[in-house]
């Protein structure tokens, strides 16, 4: 289910899907990194790790 990942990802993923669906490779990579770019400096991104390493569910805030 998509709406238990991170706000910050689920946006940036559907950003990337809708900006890249008639673009180039080329382009669709810029959209992919642009996006990622976001989710990089996230609590959120922190948090999903942090429960990935600990076999836990994340607990997203959004931030």
């Known amino acids: 289910m998509m ?3 991170g706000p910050v ?3 940036q993923a559907k950003y990337a899907i809708k900006q890249g669906m008639n ?3 080329q382009t669709g990579l810029q ?3 642009k996006a990622y770019e ?3 400096p996230t609590e959120d991104r ?3 790790l942090a429960a990935f390493s ?3 569910k ?3 805030k959004g931030k």
Do not use: G, H, S, Y
């Open 23 to 25: 673009a180039d490779l």
């Open 38 to 40: 976001v989710t990089i």
């Open 54 to 56: 600990e076999k836990r």
């Open 3 to 5: 709406l238990a990942n």
């Open 31 to 33: 959209i992919e990194r």
């Open 58 to 60: 994340p607990d997203f």
């Open 9 to 11: 990802a689920l946006q």
């Open 46 to 48: 922190l948090e999903a």
